[in-house]
């Protein structure tokens, strides 16, 4: 078998092994389970998306032989496809167009595909399936089904709590469920491939050099989608508006990661940088309101471009590498 070949089926079946963690019922293995992506990211990025299909199916075809089908199924959505659109759009290169050559022997430079783009074709994927969800959610809709089983989740995790109590807190869970779920779910995929990125260059293996994440572009065409959900969260009733909540909350995700980039420059304004950002994630992580100005300010960044604004209103204290690989 080819190295490529082995490494691959290897990532694949240290993924399925991961994502089965959850079955031992302890605590730490939901650590296992967030970083399951990473092995089939790593052999993807470093070998392209060829070894990434072959991974993906060792893993979906482990967790059907050991899970059964639906768990294979749950394993695909949920970790092999993603892991594989995020490899083919990372590993698609686009000839250079603003002059200059690669080298001496007169090739045109490759601009490799930003990482926004990858984070916003992302979350318009995540979005996708929760209109996917929302079809299939039968007569009482998405927010009912939502209801009926985190109602039933909570009895098996807490079957001591009686049944107003925790019918109440699957009601107070139940508005931003489905949005906070796929969130998180972008979260893992993103931390996960700046992880597999950076431990590739680390090692040697990586066939794209780290893109700036503190130089974070959106697309154009982003803020439609963003825009559409909003509109339908506050014109829309009953399950239009519920969905549209959620979908909002997904698609804002690229705007929080752009809003990052923005605090990152203005961080690097002063001295005491590391030190103001430490206060700042801790910030974010303590206060959801907190997310969601950051958020907020990175669709300012898209629409009025904060960053040239602070680059040029300071001398800057820009460290030499802005490729934040870990």
């Known amino acids: 078998m080819p190295r490529e070949a082995l490494v691959a089926v290897s990532a694949g079946l240290a993924s399925a092994i991961a994502t089965m963690a959850f079955l031992s019922g302890t605590f730490f293995a939901l650590g296992f389970v967030y970083m399951a992506p ?82 916003s074709v992302m979350a318009v994927f995540a979005a996708g399936l929760l209109v996917v969800a929302a079809s299939v959610g039968g007569d009482a809709g998405l927010s009912g089904y939502v209801a009926e089983h985190l109602d039933l989740v909570l009895g098996q995790m807490a079957p001591d709590l009686d049944a107003t109590n925790r019918a109440r807190i ?98 690097r304004q002063v001295a005491a940088t590391k030190p103001l950002l430490v206060v700042f994630y801790l910030v974010i992580v303590i206060s959801v309101w907190a997310a969601l100005v950051v958020a907020g300010v990175g669709v300012i960044e898209q629409w009025f471009g904060l960053r040239g604004r602070i680059a040029s209103s300071g001398s800057g204290n820009t460290p030499a590498n802005d490729h934040d690989e870990t």
Not at 38 to 58: D, E, Q, V
Not at 97 to 109: I, N
């Open 170 to 267: 699957a009601s107070a869970m139940t508005p931003l469920f489905p949005g906070a779920v796929a969130t998180s779910w972008l979260v893992m995929v993103a931390i996960n491939s700046t992880v597999a990125q950076g431990s590739l260059v680390r090692l040697g293996f990586n066939r794209r050099p780290s893109p700036s994440y503190v130089g974070l572009e959106l697309p154009g065409w982003m803020s439609w989608p963003l825009v559409g959900a909003a509109v339908l969260a506050l014109a829309g009733t009953g399950e239009w508006e519920y969905m549209g909540r959620n979908l909002a909350m997904v698609l804002a995700l690229p705007y929080f990661f752009l809003g990052l980039a923005v605090f990152h420059t203005l961080a």
């Open 38 to 119: 990473l092995p089939m990211l790593m052999a993807g990025l470093a070998y392209g998306p060829r070894a990434t299909t072959i991974a993906a199916l060792a893993g979906v075809m482990a967790m059907g032989m050991f899970g059964g089908p639906v768990t294979a199924g749950i394993f695909t959505i949920v970790h092999a496809l993603p892991t594989w659109v995020v490899v083919k759009l990372a590993l698609m290169p686009r000839p250079g167009t603003q002059g200059g050559t690669s080298g001496s022997d007169g090739s045109l430079a490759v601009h490799w595909m930003a990482p926004g783009h990858v984070i």
